[in-house]
T-cell receptor, first 113, second 105 residues
Framework: EPEVTQTPSHQVTQMGQEVILRCVPISNHLYFYWYRQILGQKVEFLVSFYNNEISEKSEIFDDQFSVERPDGSNFTLKIRSTKLEDSAMYFC???????????FGNGTRLTVT | GIQVEQSPPDLILQEGANSTLRCNFSDSVNNLQWFHQNPWGQLINLFYIPSGTKQNGRLSATTVATERYSLLYISSSQTTDSGVYFCAVVGQFYFGTGTSLTVIP
């Protein structure tokens, strides 16, 4: 069964550094998402992406965040200048349609020190 | 936005017991999905269930969209069922608060 893949599985970075989290969505899916989960808390929506542009974003997704689909397969989340409170698990998901089931990757655990 | 509340927040079961997890949502939704987050943090898709009932082995789910709730049934629980169970409103991006399940041998 096709999977969403995320790399790296764990990223440690220093406060103020830029990080790029990478995702390869399922190939015939058209909608892409980033979510995050702070340890012990619920999963929070960051952004959705469709037709090469952001379709929805939450208030968490401020100017420090950006997303890109640089080629036909990758979908990236960039955090421009990381803060301690950005430490979380970041999940990428994709779906065939806007109301279709979400398929999640295994996540990238980001630790900001 | 839509509020998605799950109950109970925590549940401890003896292996072999049955349980029912509930997801209430504050507004009408077109689609709902249940996930199991295992102890390694992976989100495993259990059911995509906008309405009606579905079954998969020991698990089944029912959504009554007109009454704004969904139920997840776990029968004959096993230790591997431990983890956090989330419901999510697809399309509006909201996840529920989660039910943390611990199954003890």
């Amino acid at each position: 069964e096709p999977e969403v893949t995320q790399t790296p599985s764990h990223q440690v970075t220093q406060m103020g550094q830029e990080v790029i989290l990478r995702c390869v969505p399922i190939s015939n899916h058209l909608y892409f998402y980033w979510y995050r989960q702070i340890l012990g808390q619920k999963v929070e929506f960051l952004v959705s992406f469709y037709n090469n542009e952001i379709s929805e974003k939450s208030e968490i997704f401020d100017d420090q965040f950006s997303v890109e689909r640089p080629d036909g397969s990758n979908f990236t989340l960039k955090i421009r200048s990381t803060k301690l409170e950005d430490s979380a698990m970041y999940f990428c998901a994709s779906s065939r349609g806007g109301n279709s089931p979400l398929h999640f990757g295994n996540g990238t655990r980001l630790t900001v020190t | 936005g839509i509020q998605v509340e799950q109950s109970p927040p925590d549940l401890i079961l003896q292996e072999g017991a049955n349980s029912t997890l509930r997801c209430n949502f504050s507004d009408s939704v077109n689609n709902l999905q249940w996930f199991h987050q295992n102890p390694w943090g992976q989100l495993i898709n259990l059911f995509y269930i906008p309405s009606g009932t579905k079954q998969n082995g020991r698990l089944s789910a029912t959504t009554v969209a007109t009454e704004r709730y969904s139920l997840l049934y776990i029968s004959s629980s096993q230790t591997t069922d431990s983890g956090v169970y989330f419901c999510a409103v697809v399309g509006q991006f909201y996840f529920g608060t989660g039910t943390s399940l611990t199954v003890i041998p």
